[in-house]
């Protein structure tokens, strides 16, 4: 069996985690990997109903996201966590319970993220309708150490996804065997 690990992106809303979490999940079920995706809004819908979005039930979320990472990369599975997590202190007690991680710092600038607002929440928040969002009225701590920062602004998620596979050909976590 293939040795799983945990992928691990987190920045803030509309920075482009999921999309790019959807495109490397897509490149090593090609490559033959088994895979899952823990998106952030699927968890709290599914695992974690009933959090809010303090700073305790947001450790909460991320402790159980992390969690499940852990089972199914033990269990040979590429686990692929995209969530917010905000917080530094709790993505790195996540890091320290898996043998093999990778972190992914989701970067983007908070201009072109309200410029992007797909879903009016940095609208909202920005008019106080939303307390508690991330990047407005509270904080994100980006990571001190990722091993890989992929800045969404300006470069095309074709291009982040490249980037993001050669990085885990280069750490040894998957095969060298070229993108389509």
């Known amino acids: 069996m293939a040795d799983g690990f945990t992928l ?8 482009g985690k999921s999309t790019l979490a959807q495109l490397v999940a897509a490149e090593l079920n090609r490559r033959g990997h088994r895979v899952e995706v823990l998106d952030g809004d699927e968890v709290r819908t599914n695992l974690s109903k009933g959090l809010g979005f303090s700073k305790a039930d947001r450790d909460t979320n991320i402790r159980r996201i992390g969690y499940v990472c852990k ?4 269990n040979g599975v590429i686990a692929i966590a995209a969530a917010i997590s ?5 993505r790195d007690e996540v890091r320290r319970m898996h043998d093999r991680f990778v972190e992914v710092h989701v970067k983007c600038s908070l201009g072109r993220l309200i410029e992007r607002d797909v879903k009016g929440l940095y609208k909202k928040a920005l008019a106080g309708e ?20 992929i800045e969404t602004d300006d470069e095309p998620p074709k291009a982040s996804l490249v980037r ?3 990085t885990l050909e280069r750490l040894h976590y998957i095969e060298r065997n070229g993108l389509p």
């Open 8 to 15: 691990w992106f987190t920045g803030l809303s509309g920075a």
């Open 71 to 74: 089972l199914l990369a033990r």
């Open 86 to 90: 905000p917080y530094r202190e709790v």
């Open 130 to 149: 939303i307390r508690e969002f991330t990047g407005i009225s509270d904080p994100y701590e980006p990571p001190l150490n990722p091993e890989i920062v």
């Open 164 to 166: 993001l596979v050669t």
